[in-house]
């Protein structure tokens, strides 16, 4: 095994595409950039390239550093490096940041071409369908044509998934973490309380905020602590912060009392300052749409039948959010097609974050697989 | 049996206090007049008295109905009547709106008479055990010196625990249902991202909006929204609302697109109607602070020592807020120092809200209860 080392600092690059992006809604977008970055080197045969896909608050930026600055940590950098599970010593890994993210693609903060002004309001809603299909523009500009694997937890899971069934000849492995077929109707009812929260911030002016140099700060605060409450589980909140007082005693007020409080506040301030609300309006949507089985009337084992790919599926004992049970309608699903599946419900005590965290039972498992995927591609390197 | 027959029409009392109240805050609630309401009758030795503590958004008003008007029908009408489980046609029960409500007692929409204004943001801050003292007073007055029987749901449970301990000699029976000996601290969490959404919507006006003639409807109605995933469970909420669509298909935007989404906007829409913005600071607050192991270092079996009365203790298996977990650490405090307990754990779908439904097996389960307490008092009508 080679020794763990990091992969240091990474440089991001646009890509620009002219031919608009059809949409599911039936709109398109037009001439678009995307941010990508990338880490190992693609081999001759371009059979060794995995495809990371984000979630809600993550970007391209999977791994490294920029500017040597250790507060600029890629978010699946635990992850993915030189001798780390995603082994970037043989595997060439692409991170992609979605179109209507904040993170330098095109997103509801850039200029519409059509106006001169940023989309605001006017940037069309995009699904993981459509994220999948820029993505696969991506690869085409890469010239890979065949995934090693395509790789992501929670909505990042999903665009895993989605590309198994969708460009089904495109991958060979599906690595699909915390995620799940669809939203129940609590997790739906999770995202439409913090949209709510957005969109009734008065500083949120109908999406368009950007001309009159505001931002919803209340609101995307919001957002973010209701999502909090479910990143983390019932028990983690507890040993964490249990019913600690801040101040040692109660202030018999309304102002921070717990200490559980004023994290979830010191968390909402730090997210609204850097993230968009009209990209979090988006991408909860996106979650809230992803829905395979709909449209062979519910149907996931249906939904599945065109993958081809091999599967490692993994869930959290204690990601009340994606649980498990979630995990366990995909692994039936592709049984009832004959598919090869690998799955692992780990302890964890983390909830759904757990699926960032650097659980060692759940990397050794991530990592045996793809050494899997390496000894079966005759990767360089692979041992 | 009885036949189950109707309470009908009620006429509520209000009570005027003229001594201040202490509160847990070291502050004063001076004069003040509390609503209250009685069903069935007193007997002459004043031994048939139910005390009925109300939870979160619930009042005075536990049984029968104003004017004929169905819509006005009781909170707890299932439980409370003629043949009933609690027998109305046996026991006295008594409904008290606690202070800081808005359904009648003095609140923060009552005029402070040091102002001639509404209290607002001047409301002090009210504990259960500052409800409770208050309940003890509205007792006094009707010279009931001891209690058949406190009973409550939820934060209504917090307050028939705090009686047993605080009003030991005055509790013969405590029935407490879905509730726990403190709050979480996911369900702190919870609270405050409530709370954040009244006190950041600008109608709020820190409190005073009344003299602004606003509500900050938005903030209240998100807090309910809420409040009210955390009633349903997640099976309720997915066999009620599923994945359902309001018009049967995506509309690509923010608008109402699940049923669940039009639900949750619909009962926050009503009940920011209805509900005062302070009082939900207040009874949330409440709910945070209640922890009467907390001058114990943290040993229940030590505050509950004082405890003389026996106890049913209720749960319901799907109620993710008050889980069955924390209703066992109160049965165990309760057997660690010898008292008499019962305890059901009960099969339901319904969530925290089953505490409000007519589940067979719950009502007879305290039917057969409340029949021992009237066949050990020698109660007239006891079966």
Redesign the interface.
Known sequence: MALISDLGDQTPSRMAFDAPLPL????SLPAYELVVETYGRLNADKSNAVLVCHALNASHHVAGTYGGDEKTRGWWDNMVGPGKPVDTDRYFVVGINNPGSCFGSTGPASIDPATGQPWGSRF??VTVEDWVDAQARVLDRLGIERLAAVMGGSLGGMQALCWAMRHAARVAHCVAIATAP?????N???N??A???I????DFHGGDFYAHGVVPR?GL??AR??G??TY?S?DA??S????NLRNGE?G???DV??Q??SY??HQ?EKFSGIFDANTY?LLT?AL??F?PA?AHGGDLTAALAPATARFLLASFTTDWRFAPERSREIVRALLANRREVSYAEIESPHGHDAFLMDEPHYHDMVRAYFDRIAHDLKLEGAR
């Open positions: 599911q809604s039936g709109a069309p809603v669809n939203l129940s109707a609590q739906i009812a999770f439409e309380v949209r709510r929260a969109i009734t911030d008065p209340q605060a919001m602590m209701v909090h409450i983390l019932d909140m507890a964490k912060f249990g019913r109660l018999y007020g309304f009392d717990f559980i409080e979830l506040r909402g309006l949507r809230d749409y829905d709909a």
